[in-house]
């Protein structure tokens, strides 16, 4: 609900406004303006009625919210969220886009994880992905090397400057996760997960939150406002492919619409993962400047310095040279879009 205050409306009127609010368990943000004061308030609307709170001295209006994700929307903030990084690095609004790079999985040879870093470092990209709690579908697949693999990630980002991206399975996990890496992710598999999302929501880095396989964009927005009602606004949505009735030439499909459909409706940064979204290798590179062309703000690739040998997803990941080759060419399309981005920015002011 949005409660907006009359212009006379007293401290002591607005307080008690709070106060009932606060006493049906509901979440309250004071927004004071010039003129009027609005109160933003999220919670079990059956809990009690908006007549009960029109009824409150200095109320003028109780305004029922449409889209339930009233956090991640346009409606409460118009502008985009920019998220920045202590090293300078933003992602968001009409920022440069974002890459977020590295292997499926960190396996136990930190000098291949250091090849991929370094070229990524060269290229230009801003962050080094790697699974160290991995999600497989089969037990008998590998489930990685949970902290020792968090310690090459770490001593990779150490020599390189990269800032980190690991995915979180269980909040058990997440303390140890976040002495470690600076991003951590919610996997597609995990985006329903409530308790995981409540216990990002709690801790004190960004998320990059992954679309569910068969989630619909609304469903997307609200596992987000999930994290974003307990604490945690800074939420990096991520395309990665819904699945399809059709799986013959791609492992997924990868829903670029999304991007723009999120844009309208969300302030929040969104990149895409063609790696996932498409599960072939060839096709990454077409689907990360789609992507980029729709107005992604980053995106996460795969690279393996031996993707043959890899202990998971080698199919879908880029061998370093032909990484190198398709960032050289990303990478002059990216300047031309960052400087059309500056110029309608300057027309606009």
Not at 8 to 31: G, M
Not at 186 to 203: H, S
Not at 260 to 268: A, E, G, M, Q, R
């Amino acid at each position: 609900m949005i409660i907006v205050m009359e212009k006379s409306a007293s401290k002591e009127n607005i307080k008690r406004v709070v106060e009932v609010l606060t006493e049906h368990e509901f979440r309250v943000i004071v927004n004071q303006g010039e003129i009027y004061t609005v109160i933003d308030a999220f919670g079990d609307k059956t809990s009690i009625t908006p007549g009960r709170i029109s009824a409150l001295d200095g109320v003028k209006e109780v305004k029922i919210i449409r889209e339930p994700f009233r956090l991640a929307s346009r409606d409460r903030k118009s502008e985009d969220t920019v998220i920045e990084f202590e090293n300078g690095v933003k992602i968001g609004g009409a920022c440069k886009p974002v890459m977020i790079v590295g292997p499926c999985s960190v396996e136990n040879d930190y000098d291949g994880l250091k090849q991929v870093a370094f070229a990524a470092k060269k290229l230009g990209c801003e962050f080094l992905r790697g699974g160290a709690f991995k999600p497989r579908t089969s037990p008998y697949d590998f489930q990685g090397y949970e902290e020792k693999a968090l310690k090459y990630l770490k001593r990779a980002s150490d020599e390189t400057g990269l800032l980190t991206v690991t995915e979180v399975m269980d909040s058990a996990d997440l303390d140890l996760i976040c002495s470690y890496v600076d991003v951590v992710q919610i996997g597609a598999r995990n985006m329903q997960n409530f308790k995981l999302l409540k216990a990002v929501g709690k801790c004190n880095k960004p998320v990059i939150l992954k679309r569910g396989l068969a989630s619909t964009i609304r469903e997307f927005l609200l596992a987000a406002e999930h994290i974003m009602y307990n604490g945690n606004e800074r939420v990096i949505l991520c395309e990665r492919g819904i699945r399809s009735f059709d799986s013959t030439f791609t492992r997924n499909v990868m829903d670029i619409a999304s991007i723009p459909v999120i844009k309208k409706y969300s302030h929040l940064p969104i990149i895409v993962d063609p790696s996932h979204g498409t599960g072939q290798r060839y096709l990454i590179e077409p689907l990360t400047k789609a992507g980029l062309i729709v107005g992604a703000d980053g995106v996460m690739i795969e690279v393996h310095h031996d993707p043959e040998n890899a202990l998971s997803d080698g199919k879908q990941s880029l061998p370093i040279p032909v990484f190198i080759d398709m960032m050289n060419r990303v990478n002059k399309m990216i300047e031309h879009l960052h400087y059309e981005k500056k110029c309608l920015s300057a027309d606009v002011d």
